[in-house]
Protein backbone atom coordinates (compact mmCIF):
# COMPACT_ATOMS: atom_id res chain seq x y z
CA UNK A 1 0.00 0.00 0.00
CA UNK A 2 1.38 3.66 -1.21
CA UNK A 3 2.22 5.66 1.80
CA UNK A 4 0.48 9.24 1.63
CA UNK A 5 1.64 12.77 2.89
CA UNK A 6 -1.95 13.93 4.16
CA UNK A 7 -3.47 17.59 2.92
CA UNK A 8 -4.79 19.51 5.81
CA UNK A 9 -6.93 22.52 5.61
CA UNK A 10 -6.05 23.00 2.51
CA UNK A 11 -7.93 25.69 0.09
CA UNK A 12 -11.45 25.78 -0.77
CA UNK A 13 -11.35 27.52 -4.12
CA UNK A 14 -12.49 25.18 -7.07
CA UNK A 15 -9.97 24.35 -9.83
CA UNK A 16 -10.48 26.59 -13.11
CA UNK A 17 -11.35 24.76 -16.51
CA UNK A 18 -9.39 21.95 -18.17
CA UNK A 19 -5.83 22.84 -19.49
CA UNK A 20 -4.70 23.09 -22.71
CA UNK A 21 -1.83 20.79 -22.90
CA UNK A 22 1.21 21.32 -24.89
CA UNK A 23 2.51 18.39 -26.26
CA UNK A 24 0.94 15.09 -27.22
CA UNK A 25 -1.60 13.46 -24.96
CA UNK A 26 -3.31 11.75 -27.89
CA UNK A 27 -3.12 8.57 -25.84
CA UNK A 28 -2.91 9.23 -22.20
CA UNK A 29 -2.84 5.44 -21.41
CA UNK A 30 0.43 5.45 -22.61
CA UNK A 31 1.24 8.30 -20.54
CA UNK A 32 2.54 6.09 -16.54
CA UNK A 33 1.84 7.78 -13.62
CA UNK A 34 3.93 9.06 -11.36
CA UNK A 35 4.10 5.81 -9.16
CA UNK A 36 3.99 3.48 -12.28
CA UNK A 37 2.08 0.21 -11.77
CA UNK A 38 -0.41 0.41 -8.76
CA UNK A 39 -3.95 1.46 -8.33
CA UNK A 40 -5.77 4.20 -10.49
CA UNK A 41 -7.16 5.58 -7.58
CA UNK A 42 -6.86 6.18 -4.01
CA UNK A 43 -8.24 7.71 -1.59
CA UNK A 44 -7.20 8.53 1.80
CA UNK A 45 -9.43 9.98 4.50
CA UNK A 46 -11.30 12.69 2.16
CA UNK A 47 -13.09 15.29 3.65
CA UNK A 48 -15.04 18.25 2.35
CA UNK A 49 -16.85 21.04 4.55
CA UNK A 50 -18.65 24.02 3.24
CA UNK A 51 -19.07 26.33 5.89
CA UNK A 52 -20.29 24.20 8.97
CA UNK A 53 -21.41 21.40 6.72
CA UNK A 54 -19.49 17.71 6.21
CA UNK A 55 -20.14 16.98 3.16
CA UNK A 56 -18.10 14.23 2.61
CA UNK A 57 -16.45 12.82 5.66
CA UNK A 58 -13.11 10.98 5.81
CA UNK A 59 -13.80 8.54 2.22
CA UNK A 60 -10.95 5.75 1.86
CA UNK A 61 -11.04 3.47 -1.18
CA UNK A 62 -9.18 2.08 -3.51
CA UNK A 63 -10.17 1.05 -7.39
CA UNK A 64 -7.68 -0.83 -9.24
CA UNK A 65 -6.56 -0.27 -13.23
CA UNK A 66 -9.16 -1.75 -15.71
CA UNK A 67 -11.92 -1.86 -12.42
CA UNK A 68 -15.04 -0.39 -12.89
CA UNK A 69 -16.03 1.05 -9.62
CA UNK A 70 -19.35 2.78 -8.90
CA UNK A 71 -20.48 5.16 -5.64
CA UNK A 72 -24.25 4.02 -4.72
CA UNK A 73 -25.71 6.14 -2.77
CA UNK A 74 -29.15 9.05 -2.83
CA UNK A 75 -28.79 12.15 -3.79
CA UNK A 76 -27.15 14.65 -1.61
CA UNK A 77 -24.80 11.36 0.24
CA UNK A 78 -21.44 12.76 -1.16
CA UNK A 79 -20.70 11.38 -4.45
CA UNK A 80 -20.49 14.22 -6.73
CA UNK A 81 -18.37 16.07 -4.24
CA UNK A 82 -16.30 13.10 -4.30
CA UNK A 83 -15.70 12.81 -7.73
CA UNK A 84 -15.16 16.67 -8.22
CA UNK A 85 -12.27 16.45 -5.81
CA UNK A 86 -10.77 12.87 -7.55
CA UNK A 87 -11.27 15.42 -10.78
CA UNK A 88 -9.17 18.32 -9.07
CA UNK A 89 -12.27 20.73 -9.17
CA UNK A 90 -12.72 21.47 -5.30
CA UNK A 91 -9.85 20.84 -3.17
CA UNK A 92 -10.50 18.79 -0.18
CA UNK A 93 -10.53 20.15 3.01
CA UNK A 94 -8.08 17.79 4.31
CA UNK A 95 -7.29 13.84 3.66
CA UNK A 96 -5.46 12.69 0.15
CA UNK A 97 -6.39 11.34 -3.46
CA UNK A 98 -4.43 10.10 -6.68
CA UNK A 99 -5.43 9.72 -9.96
CA UNK A 100 -3.35 7.46 -12.01
CA UNK A 101 -0.95 8.22 -9.79
CA UNK A 102 -0.79 11.85 -9.44
CA UNK A 103 -1.67 13.92 -6.39
CA UNK A 104 -4.87 15.42 -7.16
CA UNK A 105 -3.68 18.69 -5.00
CA UNK A 106 -0.34 18.76 -5.72
CA UNK A 107 -0.13 17.47 -9.21
CA UNK A 108 -3.23 18.92 -10.51
CA UNK A 109 -2.47 19.23 -14.29
CA UNK A 110 -0.57 15.78 -14.16
CA UNK A 111 -4.00 14.32 -13.34
CA UNK A 112 -6.01 16.36 -15.50
CA UNK A 113 -4.28 15.12 -18.82
CA UNK A 114 -5.28 11.42 -17.90
CA UNK A 115 -8.81 11.59 -16.85
CA UNK A 116 -12.42 11.84 -18.66
CA UNK A 117 -15.66 13.52 -16.87
CA UNK A 118 -18.63 13.42 -18.05
CA UNK A 119 -20.59 15.71 -15.77
CA UNK A 120 -24.40 15.25 -14.08
CA UNK A 121 -25.79 18.05 -16.19
CA UNK A 122 -24.82 18.80 -20.10
CA UNK A 123 -21.77 20.75 -20.84
CA UNK A 124 -22.00 20.76 -24.56
CA UNK A 125 -22.52 23.85 -26.66
CA UNK A 126 -25.61 23.60 -28.20
CA UNK A 127 -24.69 25.95 -31.57
CA UNK A 128 -22.14 23.49 -32.37
CA UNK A 129 -21.84 19.95 -34.24
CA UNK A 130 -21.22 17.20 -32.44
CA UNK A 131 -17.98 17.00 -34.34
CA UNK A 132 -17.09 20.74 -33.63
CA UNK A 133 -17.84 19.94 -29.99
CA UNK A 134 -15.00 16.97 -30.42
CA UNK A 135 -12.35 19.02 -31.85
CA UNK A 136 -12.72 21.62 -29.47
CA UNK A 137 -12.22 19.35 -26.39
CA UNK A 138 -9.21 17.82 -28.57
CA UNK A 139 -7.15 21.26 -28.92
CA UNK A 140 -7.95 21.92 -25.07
CA UNK A 141 -6.01 18.54 -24.67
CA UNK A 142 -3.52 19.09 -26.69
CA UNK A 143 -4.68 15.78 -29.17
CA UNK A 144 -2.19 15.68 -32.04
CA UNK A 145 -4.27 16.95 -35.11
CA UNK A 146 -2.91 14.19 -37.26
CA UNK A 147 -4.57 12.08 -34.62
CA UNK A 148 -7.99 14.09 -34.15
CA UNK A 149 -10.04 13.11 -37.25
CA UNK A 150 -9.28 9.09 -36.73
CA UNK A 151 -10.03 9.37 -32.71
CA UNK A 152 -13.52 11.46 -33.46
CA UNK A 153 -14.29 8.91 -35.64
CA UNK A 154 -13.39 5.99 -33.08
CA UNK A 155 -15.50 7.66 -30.86
CA UNK A 156 -18.55 8.64 -32.66
CA UNK A 157 -18.69 5.05 -34.09
CA UNK A 158 -18.63 3.54 -30.30
CA UNK A 159 -21.51 5.74 -29.12
CA UNK A 160 -23.45 5.50 -32.60
CA UNK A 161 -23.67 8.83 -34.05
CA UNK A 162 -21.68 9.30 -36.68
CA UNK A 163 -24.71 9.41 -38.96
CA UNK A 164 -24.90 12.89 -36.89
CA UNK A 165 -21.50 14.51 -36.73
CA UNK A 166 -22.29 17.16 -38.47
CA UNK A 167 -26.22 17.99 -36.72
CA UNK A 168 -26.12 21.16 -34.32
CA UNK A 169 -26.53 19.72 -30.83
CA UNK A 170 -29.67 21.66 -29.68
CA UNK A 171 -31.40 19.04 -32.10
CA UNK A 172 -30.23 16.45 -30.05
CA UNK A 173 -32.42 14.15 -27.98
CA UNK A 174 -31.11 14.23 -24.17
CA UNK A 175 -29.71 10.37 -24.53
CA UNK A 176 -27.93 11.45 -27.93
CA UNK A 177 -26.25 14.62 -25.83
CA UNK A 178 -25.38 11.92 -23.12
CA UNK A 179 -23.73 9.70 -25.47
CA UNK A 180 -21.99 12.50 -27.31
CA UNK A 181 -20.44 14.01 -24.08
CA UNK A 182 -19.16 10.07 -23.18
CA UNK A 183 -17.94 10.09 -26.67
CA UNK A 184 -15.94 13.24 -25.35
CA UNK A 185 -14.82 12.26 -22.49
CA UNK A 186 -13.05 9.31 -23.97
CA UNK A 187 -11.37 11.25 -26.75
CA UNK A 188 -8.13 12.10 -25.66
CA UNK A 189 -7.45 8.10 -24.02
CA UNK A 190 -7.79 8.87 -20.49
CA UNK A 191 -6.65 6.36 -18.42
CA UNK A 192 -9.86 7.13 -15.75
CA UNK A 193 -13.02 8.27 -17.29
CA UNK A 194 -15.31 9.41 -14.64
CA UNK A 195 -18.94 9.36 -14.64
CA UNK A 196 -21.50 11.59 -12.34
CA UNK A 197 -24.68 9.83 -12.83
CA UNK A 198 -24.72 9.56 -15.98
CA UNK A 199 -28.10 8.63 -17.27
CA UNK A 200 -29.98 10.82 -14.83
CA UNK A 201 -33.19 12.34 -15.89
CA UNK A 202 -33.64 9.81 -18.65
CA UNK A 203 -35.91 7.29 -19.26
CA UNK A 204 -35.04 3.69 -18.72
CA UNK A 205 -34.89 2.63 -22.44
CA UNK A 206 -32.30 5.34 -23.02
CA UNK A 207 -30.56 4.40 -20.04
CA UNK A 208 -30.31 0.39 -20.78
CA UNK A 209 -28.81 1.71 -24.69
CA UNK A 210 -26.19 3.87 -22.57
CA UNK A 211 -25.34 1.25 -20.72
CA UNK A 212 -24.80 -0.75 -23.79
CA UNK A 213 -22.70 1.19 -25.40
CA UNK A 214 -20.44 1.53 -21.36
CA UNK A 215 -20.64 -2.05 -21.40
CA UNK A 216 -18.75 -2.13 -24.97
CA UNK A 217 -16.34 0.26 -24.47
CA UNK A 218 -14.83 -1.57 -21.41
CA UNK A 219 -14.26 -4.06 -23.79
CA UNK A 220 -12.93 -2.14 -26.13
CA UNK A 221 -10.24 0.58 -23.99
CA UNK A 222 -8.06 -0.12 -21.75
CA UNK A 223 -9.61 2.00 -19.19
CA UNK A 224 -10.75 2.72 -16.00
CA UNK A 225 -14.60 3.98 -14.67
CA UNK A 226 -15.64 5.83 -11.53
CA UNK A 227 -19.31 6.46 -11.76
CA UNK A 228 -21.79 7.57 -9.19
CA UNK A 229 -25.40 6.66 -9.42
CA UNK A 230 -28.28 6.40 -7.23
CA UNK A 231 -29.96 3.57 -9.67
CA UNK A 232 -29.49 -0.10 -8.19
CA UNK A 233 -29.72 -0.92 -11.60
CA UNK A 234 -26.86 0.69 -12.68
CA UNK A 235 -25.08 -0.50 -9.76
CA UNK A 236 -25.05 -3.84 -11.11
CA UNK A 237 -22.95 -3.03 -13.45
CA UNK A 238 -19.78 -2.81 -11.50
CA UNK A 239 -17.03 -4.53 -10.61
CA UNK A 240 -17.31 -3.16 -7.25
CA UNK A 241 -19.36 -0.82 -5.13
CA UNK A 242 -19.63 1.49 -2.25
CA UNK A 243 -22.21 2.63 -0.53
CA UNK A 244 -21.95 6.29 0.51
CA UNK A 245 -24.51 7.85 2.84
CA UNK A 246 -24.73 11.34 4.60
CA UNK A 247 -20.74 11.56 3.14
CA UNK A 248 -19.26 8.15 4.45
CA UNK A 249 -18.53 4.63 3.17
CA UNK A 250 -20.88 2.41 4.55
CA UNK A 251 -19.73 -0.88 2.80
CA UNK A 252 -18.08 -1.96 -0.17
CA UNK A 253 -18.25 -5.29 -2.17
CA UNK A 254 -18.63 -6.73 -5.55
CA UNK A 255 -22.70 -6.57 -5.92
CA UNK A 256 -23.34 -10.28 -5.59
CA UNK A 257 -21.03 -10.11 -2.53
CA UNK A 258 -22.93 -7.12 -0.90
CA UNK A 259 -26.58 -8.94 -1.50
CA UNK A 260 -25.13 -12.34 -0.29
CA UNK A 261 -24.49 -10.49 2.87
CA UNK A 262 -27.76 -10.02 3.26
CA UNK A 263 -28.28 -13.72 3.80
CA UNK A 264 -32.39 -13.29 4.41
CA UNK A 265 -35.05 -12.77 1.90
CA UNK A 266 -37.25 -9.31 2.31
CA UNK A 267 -40.90 -9.27 3.30
CA UNK A 268 -43.19 -6.91 2.77
CA UNK A 269 -46.44 -6.81 3.96
CA UNK A 270 -49.84 -4.18 4.74
CA UNK A 271 -51.83 -4.69 7.60
CA UNK A 272 -54.82 -3.32 9.15
CA UNK A 273 -52.55 -1.48 11.40
CA UNK A 274 -48.88 -1.03 10.96
CA UNK A 275 -47.96 0.11 14.22
CA UNK A 276 -49.18 -3.15 16.21
CA UNK A 277 -47.98 -5.30 13.34
CA UNK A 278 -44.41 -4.24 13.80
CA UNK A 279 -44.69 -4.54 17.86
CA UNK A 280 -46.06 -8.41 16.98
CA UNK A 281 -43.25 -8.73 14.82
CA UNK A 282 -40.62 -7.70 17.25
CA UNK A 283 -42.46 -9.38 20.59
CA UNK A 284 -43.41 -12.83 18.70
CA UNK A 285 -41.44 -13.45 16.20
CA UNK A 286 -38.13 -11.21 17.37
CA UNK A 287 -37.74 -9.39 14.06
CA UNK A 288 -36.74 -6.25 13.69
CA UNK A 289 -39.17 -4.31 11.22
CA UNK A 290 -39.85 -1.05 10.23
CA UNK A 291 -42.04 1.50 7.32
CA UNK A 292 -40.63 1.62 4.31
CA UNK A 293 -42.68 3.24 1.81
CA UNK A 294 -45.87 2.75 3.25
CA UNK A 295 -45.09 -0.98 3.80
CA UNK A 296 -43.88 -2.90 6.84
CA UNK A 297 -40.71 -4.33 5.57
CA UNK A 298 -38.23 -6.75 7.72
CA UNK A 299 -36.15 -9.65 6.58
CA UNK A 300 -36.10 -13.21 7.71
CA UNK A 301 -34.71 -16.56 5.99
CA UNK A 302 -36.95 -18.66 3.55
CA UNK A 303 -39.46 -15.89 3.36
CA UNK A 304 -41.99 -18.53 1.04
CA UNK A 305 -41.87 -21.07 3.79
CA UNK A 306 -42.17 -17.88 6.93
CA UNK A 307 -45.26 -16.46 5.01
CA UNK A 308 -48.04 -19.27 6.08
CA UNK A 309 -46.74 -18.94 9.87
CA UNK A 310 -46.89 -14.89 9.77
CA UNK A 311 -50.63 -15.32 8.40
CA UNK A 312 -51.61 -17.70 11.28
CA UNK A 313 -49.70 -16.54 13.79
CA UNK A 314 -48.91 -12.39 13.55
CA UNK A 315 -52.41 -11.46 15.36
CA UNK A 316 -52.79 -8.64 12.86
CA UNK A 317 -54.96 -8.78 9.80
CA UNK A 318 -52.91 -9.14 6.31
CA UNK A 319 -53.90 -6.87 3.70
CA UNK A 320 -51.06 -8.01 1.69
CA UNK A 321 -47.39 -9.63 1.11
CA UNK A 322 -44.70 -9.57 -1.17
CA UNK A 323 -41.44 -12.14 -0.69
CA UNK A 324 -38.50 -10.97 -2.36
CA UNK A 325 -34.32 -11.99 -2.92
CA UNK A 326 -32.08 -9.66 -1.51
CA UNK A 327 -31.15 -6.49 -3.88
CA UNK A 328 -28.89 -3.64 -3.39
CA UNK A 329 -31.72 -1.58 -2.39
CA UNK A 330 -32.03 -4.33 0.28
CA UNK A 331 -28.22 -4.28 1.10
CA UNK A 332 -28.30 -0.25 1.11
CA UNK A 333 -31.44 -0.77 4.25
CA UNK A 334 -29.51 -3.55 6.03
CA UNK A 335 -26.68 -1.43 6.44
CA UNK A 336 -28.46 2.15 7.03
CA UNK A 337 -31.48 0.90 7.93
CA UNK A 338 -33.47 3.15 5.33
CA UNK A 339 -33.90 2.39 1.58
CA UNK A 340 -32.25 4.63 -1.08
CA UNK A 341 -35.61 6.25 -1.66
CA UNK A 342 -36.17 7.23 2.18
CA UNK A 343 -32.34 8.72 2.19
CA UNK A 344 -33.32 10.87 -0.62
CA UNK A 345 -35.17 13.46 1.78
CA UNK A 346 -31.99 14.43 2.72
CA UNK A 347 -30.51 16.68 0.15
CA UNK A 348 -27.26 18.11 2.57
CA UNK A 349 -24.71 17.92 -0.09
CA UNK A 350 -26.64 19.88 -2.79
CA UNK A 351 -27.45 22.54 -0.20
CA UNK A 352 -24.09 22.68 1.25
CA UNK A 353 -22.90 23.00 -2.87
CA UNK A 354 -25.17 26.28 -3.31
CA UNK A 355 -23.98 27.82 -0.25
CA UNK A 356 -20.21 27.31 -1.53
CA UNK A 357 -21.62 28.38 -4.86
CA UNK A 358 -23.13 31.33 -3.40
CA UNK A 359 -20.18 32.63 -1.36
CA UNK A 360 -17.73 32.10 -4.06
CA UNK A 361 -20.04 34.61 -6.30
CA UNK A 362 -19.75 37.37 -3.42
Given at each position: MALFTRHSGAPSTAAGPAPAVAGAVANGRAAAGASGEGQAIEARDLVRRFGTIDAVRGVS?????????????PNGAGKSTTISMLCTLLNPTS????????????????VRKRIGLVFQDTTLDDYLTAQENLRFHAELYGVARSQTGPRIDDVLQM???????????????????????????????????????????LDPQTRAHIWGYID??????????????HYMEEAEHCDRIAIIDEGRIVVEDSPARLKASVGQDRVEISTADDAAAIAALRGHFSLDAAMSEGVVAFYVAQGEVFVPRLFAELGVPIQSVSVARPTLDDVFMNYTGRTIRDAEASGSERMAASAWIRARRR
Open positions: FEVAQGETFGFLGGVAKVAGYDVVAQRAEVGLVDRRDSVVRTFSGGMKRRLEIARGLLHSPRVLFLDEPTVGELRTREAITIFLTT
